[in-house]
């Protein structure tokens, strides 16, 4: 009797966040015959995360003490440790509930029951552990994360989403105005910075096959910053684009920074943007950064 191959273990550990990535996961296959999948609770039966695990995928933002808790346990079983998503890099959507008006309600200890102690902040999750790699995106694709398991140390990325995009920038097509996101036709072929739509593909490191960009939908960034703008503020990031859209259009200032500050685009821009880190802690590399 053939005796069967012994696979590399590997666990999901969900921290705060909203499964997102782990929905990107399933929806690539390729590692079911290459790894054996220990630990993810939203579809393995397991209560803990084995011993010997070779790759820790952490998603989710450190939000509660039992996050701390349960990611310093499984960063201690794991061999490498890869921060998966927006929220593990940066903190996340979680941030929202900052000033939401039911915070102070449900901070109340008469509220909360047997609910974890909640923290200042959404923390990524290198200010507790260390982490080998860092896989962006909100989520990451399903090819991204087959990167990541198997091929992470030779993986040739895209500098920037406008590499992938394959649209045609024109010098003799500047708008005049910003071109709402749910407004206009979009032409095929044609720069969507020079249609009049805010994109921040010339900042937004590639990799993700441009998804968004490619049927017409404006990149917003997710996949955090291109490798020029890791560590910088975001104010520097926009910066860079504000000398896009003065570049390549005749919008007027006063619009285009309107828009970059409008709250929708901000809401993006502010957490994919922001790979930021105290002092104290090391600088993230593009070496590490898938």
Not at 8 to 26: D, I, N, R, W
Not at 135 to 145: E, H, K, V, Y
Not at 207 to 233: D, I, Q, S
Not at 245 to 260: K, S
Request: glycine share 8%.
């Amino acid at each position: 009797m053939e005796q069967k191959k012994e696979l590399p273990k590997f666990a999901v550990l969900q921290l705060s966040g909203c499964s997102g990535c782990e929905v990107s996961l399933l929806n690539a296959q390729e590692w079911i015959e290459d790894f054996d999948l220990v630990y993810m609770p939203l579809v393995v039966s397991s209560h803990k995360i084995p011993e010997d695990v070779e790759v820790l995928l952490v998603t989710g933002g450190v939000r509660t003490d039992e996050d701390i808790h349960n990611l310093a346990k499984g960063a201690s079983r794991a061999k490498k440790v890869i921060a998966v998503g927006t929220c593990a890099l940066s903190g996340g959507v979680a941030q929202v509930s900052e000033t939401h008006p039911a915070r102070d309600t449900y901070m109340l200890s008469s509220h909360r029951l047997r609910l974890p102690d909640m923290l200042p902040h959404a923390y990524p999750i290198d200010r507790f552990v260390p982490v080998d790699i860092y896989l962006p995106g909100c989520p990451p694709t399903p090819q991204l994360f087959m990167t990541a398991l198997t091929n992470s140390e030779n993986a040739k990325i895209a500098s920037i989403v406008c590499q992938e995009c394959g649209r045609q920038k024109l010098q003799d097509m500047r708008p005049t105005s910003i071109t709402g996101m749910r407004s206009g036709v979009v032409l095929p072929d044609i720069c969507l910075v020079n249609q009049g739509y805010v994109c921040v593909g010339t900042s937004t490191r590639g990799g993700c096959g441009a998804l968004c960009t490619r049927p017409g939908h404006p990149c917003v960034g997710c996949r955090g910053p291109a490798n020029p703008y890791l560590n910088k503020e975001p104010e520097f990031v926009l910066d860079n684009l504000r000398r896009v859209f003065t570049r390549m259009t005749d919008i007027p200032e006063g619009e285009i920074n309107a828009v970059l500050e409008s709250p929708w685009l901000s809401l993006f821009l502010d957490q994919f943007t922001d790979y930021t880190q105290d002092d104290s802690l090391p600088l993230r590399t593009k070496e590490k950064m898938i």
